[in-house]
């Protein structure tokens, strides 16, 4: 069966300072991953996905996610963060015969100034 | 272009009472999806749509739930003889084709039984 976990339910960090999200994921197949954001009163936004190739992957807003396939784990990441970066981030897997998400609890992201 | 819209953006209703939430995809969005989420949870998976048919309705939680998507573009999630239980977010999605890789999402439908 497919699973997502994210192990934090909140993460908290400086303005300016590195942030990482944490996933790790079960599938039978090849995995395609996700990672969407979600403001409040707003629906699911698109950050980024990995399918195949190079494992570290670029998205909106200068965030991005190393795929490792030996940990099966698949970390947002973003450099320098921001206060408006500040929302609730989930990961979601699915394998490529299916087409429905399997999502992850979720984890939200607090950037202090 | 529009994105995924989805009405009502709120819906109060008591047990008991039927309902039906409504989806519009992205125009030319021949792959449809529902999901559900309640709170403090992601959301989870309730039924796809290829074109007009139900191709998964696997995360349907029991039969008082239904879809329909009658033309391959609106769909309409009808919930019969509402429950307490089934008060959260339910999403809708759309992608260009069942085997485009990235789900657009809508803003969500609250349902609130009472």
């Known amino acids: 069966a497919q699973s997502v976990a994210q192990p934090e339910d909140q993460v908290n960090v400086a303005e300016g300072n590195p942030l990482t999200v944490k996933c790790t994921y079960s599938?039978?197949?090849?995995?395609?991953l996700f990672w969407y954001v979600q403001y409040p009163n707003r629906g699911l936004q698109f950050l980024l996905k990995?399918?195949?190739?190079?494992?570290l992957v670029k998205g909106s807003y200068g965030f991005e996610a190393e795929f490792n396939k030996s940990q099966t784990s698949f970390h947002l990441k973003k450099p320098s963060a921001l206060v408006s970066d500040s929302a609730l981030y989930f990961c979601?897997?699915?394998?490529?015969?299916?087409?429905?998400?399997?999502f992850g609890s979720g984890t939200r992201l607090l950037v202090r100034p | 272009g529009a994105g995924v819209s989805q009405t009502p953006s709120n819906k109060v209703t008591e047990k008991g009472k039927y309902v039906e939430l409504r989806c519009d995809p992205i125009?030319?969005?021949?792959?449809l999806y529902w999901y559900r989420q309640s709170l403090g949870q992601g959301p989870e998976f309730l039924i796809y749509?290829?074109?007009?048919?139900?191709?998964?309705d696997s995360g349907l939680p029991n039969d008082r739930f239904f879809a329909v998507r009658p033309e391959g573009s609106v769909s309409t999630l009808k919930i019969q003889r509402t429950e307490r239980g089934d008060s959260a977010v339910y999403l809708c999605?759309?992608?260009?084709?069942?085997?485009?890789?990235?789900?657009?999402f809508g803003p969500g439908t609250r349902l609130t039984v009472l």
């Open positions: 990995y399918i195949t190739g190079d494992n």
């Open positions: 749509f290829q074109g007009t048919g139900a191709a998964d």
């Open positions: 979601a897997v699915r394998d490529e015969s299916s087409y429905k998400l399997i």
């Open positions: 999605a759309s992608s260009l084709s069942s085997g485009s890789t990235e789900q657009f």
């Open positions: 599938v039978s197949g090849n995995p395609y």
């Open positions: 125009s030319g969005h021949t792959a």
